[in-house]
């Protein structure tokens, strides 16, 4: 029954996010918010629900590693599978607000998490609180710069059209689908865990993660075979900044979050810093200001090498 938890936790992750994005942007065209708006916070937060609940759920099921893990390797996932597979395929274009804004925003948000790990092995409420305080400040100054910055459009025209009826299916199956999926994705997941031997810890860095970053991989991916290049680094950036800031935020104020396994520390949140740091470079070496494919490839190479490290330790 693990394996049908597993994977039947997976879809129904897949749809809740899908329709959960579908009726908030509907929504938010029915509040007239503007296309930037939408965006920046709709479905910014709607893209996280999947990570969100999975790490609610664990939390709340003491299964802590399971909370920092899925966050942690979710976010390895979005830079090294989702970008890197995103980058072999087509040449993905590097705006300056990466510079200027969404990398500095992505590593420091990486680097808190670590000290706030390291000092007491917990994340607390306060801290908690004190990365959804950074998020506000990072969406605000988004939108007080909105002006200069190149914001990529989310929103699909056909949803103005969206019936009230309609908006209310997609919110309710969305919202269902999450919670069904979320509960039974980390049941799968911990059983498995405990059948084959395998730690909580690497079942969540690897397929877990892997789950919950499932929508971003098929987005870009029906990007680019529908031709359009214009794949934006920033969402991509933006996903891994809302994961710590407020996934794990909501998480920690909801339930403190515990360092379980000592690899955590050791080992993934280095790896995630590294992915993180590891971007800027590759943005700067020449063809400057895109990832090429051979960039796409040592970010999907590294994808690889830490999940076949994380099960041989």
């Known amino acids: 029954m693990d394996y049908v938890y597993l994977v039947l936790g997976f879809i129904l992750l897949v749809i809740g996010g899908e329709y959960l994005v579908r009726s908030s942007v509907a929504l938010s065209f ?37 909370s920092l893990g899925n966050v942690i390797g979710s976010n390895i996932a979005n830079i090294g599978l989702v970008l890197g597979l995103s980058s072999m395929l087509t040449v993905i274009a590097v705006e300056k607000d990466f510079y200027r804004v969404n990398w500095p925003m992505m590593v420091l948000m990486s680097v808190l998490l670590y000290f706030f790990l390291w000092t007491d092995q917990e994340l607390v409420r306060w801290e908690g609180i004190f990365f959804l305080i950074l998020i506000v400040i990072y969406i605000i100054y988004l939108l007080n710069n909105s002006r200069i910055a190149s914001i990529p459009e989310e929103a699909n025209e056909q949803l103005k059209k969206t019936s009230n009826f309609k908006m209310v299916v997609w919110l309710v199956l969305g919202s269902a689908s999450l919670y069904f999926g979320s509960e039974w994705l980390v049941d799968g997941a911990v059983g498995l865990s405990r059948a084959f031997g395998i730690s909580q810890r690497v079942i969540s860095v690897s397929i877990i993660a892997v789950g919950t970053s499932v929508p971003e991989l098929a987005a870009s991916v029906m990007s680019i075979i529908k031709g359009e290049k214009a794949i934006s680094l920033g969402n991509l950036i933006g996903s891994n900044i809302f994961n710590i800031a407020s996934v794990l935020g909501i998480t920690a104020i909801l339930k403190p979050i515990a360092v379980e396994s000592p690899e955590i520390l050791n080992n993934d ?14 943005a700067l070496i020449k063809p400057r200001n895109q990832f090429t494919r051979w960039s796409g490839f040592i970010l999907f190479l590294t994808f690889i090498t830490f999940n076949i490290l994380a099960y041989y330790n």
Do not use: H, Y
């Open 269 to 282: 949140l280095i790896w995630m810093i590294g992915v993180a740091v590891a971007t800027l470079p590759l």
């Open 30 to 66: 029915k509040l007239k918010l503007s296309k930037m708006m939408i965006g920046l916070t709709v479905v910014s937060f709607a893209t996280s629900a999947p990570e969100l609940l999975v790490s609610v759920q664990a939390a709340f099921d003491d299964f802590s590693d399971v």
